[in-house]
């Protein structure tokens, strides 16, 4: 049942558009106009005859056509139009006493719209092929009489040229304005693009802190029954005579598993206790060798390319926590590609930050999970923990970086990873040492 709308017209109903109003919207005012002028000039004709009427009305046509054809668009298209114009005045004016016609300021149709299309150079070229049509009609002319027709035809062609030189002004003039508004729009979306980014981040941040202090409080409430439960395993296992073999499995089981339990407690407690940077100039290569050595020994399978940016000079930043960032990545890379496969870590100076992007032609990511790959507990691995990715984020945002991913499924990934070379203005005198750290594969495959 459809809704009602003050209980008396129903809602919800769309309206079947009348076929003729989508020929309506296309008729504009200046349409009409146009039509008008040119009725007014085939009422008024000098012979009132079909030879005479006939380009009049090819005008009009061809005037109201001309903006609404979006294949004749372009520059060919523009000067098909102009010059189409230009034949037509001359028909008409040939047909009407050719030196004598009246339809003389008709030529400024075609050249004011070479003037308000194809600028100065169009301009003149136009104004010149309409000082030809009309010097070519002296050939019926007497030659006695051409110093007179001369005379008047050259005060024709500098009144044309005048008319279409300041209709290029304008032209020019606003095409210059068009083009600052839309410069002005461009970086406009630019900035809401970069809103939208800082918005998010700010967003994740908060969802990094809350979270932080909830994985500190369950891990701390955690660690006392496992510390308990690890010592009484100790004690049964001890205890436990060899011959109950069972018992003894069962205690080294229970041993085994606190310990994997005590270590994913002490990732989330690194994962929310603050960083405290060591800056110190270091050179961003031999970061990038280090971990990139620590995953070729995890992943012999994988060839690992290296494309270094020569002119990346060093810059302060913390080496250990920016190890422990590229390895995450480059770990994530070598694991999303199968065996045989190559991952590529590029640098670059872009302005006055340094760019990583670590490449691969793994599996790449859905896009439904790549607004959610920086937040912690996220994973799509069946043994992850979702904090891989998250740590690497907060390192990066603590450098006062940015991190970024493009990505396809079946095509691979790119991780981007933007460094200001200027250090952070953070005090950190007396920091302590931190203690984040950013493990391989607790993190999604990228």
Sequence with gaps: MLPFHCGIIPTGISRVPHPLSRWIRLVRPQDIVWLLLFGVLAATAQFGDAPEIAPLLALAVVQVLEPKIPALASMRGRVFWIVLKLLLVYVLMAYSNGVDSRYWVILLLPVVSAASTIGLVGTMLFTLLAAGAMFSFLVWVDRVAWSQYITDLSLRIVFLAMVGNLANTLAENLRIQSGKHRRTAEQLAEANVQIRQAQEAVRRSDRLAALGQLSAGLA??????????????????????????????????????????????????????????????????????RAIGLVEREAPAITIYKNYALELPPFPFDAELLERVFYNLVLNAAQATAPGGTVTVKTRAAGGNAEIAVID??????????????????????????????????????????????????????????????????????AEKHDATASGPGSVTA
């Design 220 to 289: 701390h409430e955690l660690r006392n029954p496992l510390g308990t439960i690890k010592a009484s395993s100790e004690m049964l296992n001890r205890t436990v005579g060899r011959e109950n073999e069972v018992a003894r499995e069962m205690a080294g089981f229970i041993h085994s598993e606190v310990d994997r339990a005590n270590s994913l407690i002490t990732r989330f407690l690194q994962f929310a206790r603050p960083l405290q940077l060591q800056l110190a100039t270091a050179d961003l290569a031999q970061t990038l060798d």
């Design 361 to 430: 032609r793994g599996v790449g990511i859905d896009a439904q999970h790549l607004d959610s790959i920086f937040n912690p507990f996220f994973t799509t691995k069946p043994e992850g923990v979702g904090l891989g990715l998250a740590i690497v984020s907060k390192i990066v945002d603590e450098h006062g970086g940015k991190i970024a991913v493009e990505s396809e499924p079946g095509r691979g990934s790119i991780f981007h990873v933007l460094l200001p070379m200027e250090p952070p203005n953070r005090d950190l005198p007396g």
